[in-house]
């Protein structure tokens, strides 16, 4: 092999080598993005439940309207409310005064509101606006139900929306449970095992560290072979 075509084979390991280099820097920081996407979803008291429950079809008017969220509610005067309206069409709403919003003492993921007055048939709204004691974040929602009122094709409409940006399924809409089999099922051996906790949630915090791992993990990686790169090039 001559002088000159040795030297041509080094400089394209130098130039792959750097370009090694550069796509990994640039796939660690694509890999970052991506994380803290994720957890700026998560980043928010969400809706998981209520009473009356989503679009439910109530034979009388509730005395008190309750909503269960899936991060616990900071409490400061303000930022956790609730709103009764009658949805009279797609754009008309006439509000209803309801009492203030009580935070739940033993499970602060749960606030409620009283009722005071008889609601007329129809549909209605419920617009609620809740701040994380978790992360800080800021949400808001609407949830319907009806009263005495068979819902429209409209409100129907509306109410799948609704169901698509709070995340949960339409009722009714859920998939039937698998029939059972004719034979049975063998029993599972019991495992004796600590008690679990009632309520299981993982917060926000473990995937913020496991985040920052995997961010510092990629950065020395980069580093090293940026390092090793420039090495190469100046031998």
Not at 4 to 31: S, Y
Not at 65 to 80: C, K, P, V, Y
Not at 98 to 124: C, Q, T, W
């Amino acid at each position: 092999m001559t002088r000159t075509t040795t030297a041509m084979v080094k400089m394209l390991q130098k130039t792959v080598t750097a370009n090694n280099c550069r796509l990994l820097l640039a796939f660690a920081l694509g890999l970052t993005a991506c994380w803290l996407v994720i957890l700026r979803a998560d980043a928010h008291a969400a809706y998981e439940s209520s009473t009356p429950a989503f679009a439910e079809q109530l034979s009388q008017s509730p005395d008190r309207i309750t909503i269960r969220f899936s991060q616990e509610l900071f409490r400061r005067e303000g930022a956790n409310t609730m709103e009764l309206a009658l949805i009279q069409s797609s754009d008309l709403l006439a509000e209803y005064e309801i009492g203030p919003v009580e935070i739940d003492n033993d499970d602060r993921k749960v606030m409620s509101a009283k009722v005071p007055v008889e609601l007329p048939p129809g549909g209605y709204g419920v617009r609620w606006t809740t701040l994380s004691a978790e992360d800080g974040d800021e949400h808001s929602g609407w949830l319907t139900f009806y009263v005495q009122w068979e819902p429209r094709p409209w409100q129907i409409e509306q109410d799948r929306h609704i169901a698509q940006e709070l995340l949960i399924p339409y009722p009714g809409d859920e998939p039937d449970p698998p029939e059972a089999a004719d034979a049975p099922t063998p029993a599972t051996p019991a495992v004796a095992r600590a008690a679990d906790d009632p309520n299981p949630a993982l917060g926000v915090g473990p995937l913020v560290w496991l985040a920052l791992g995997v961010v510092a993990a990629l950065t020395v990686v980069g580093a090293l072979g940026f390092h090793l790169g420039r090495r190469g090039t100046g031998a």
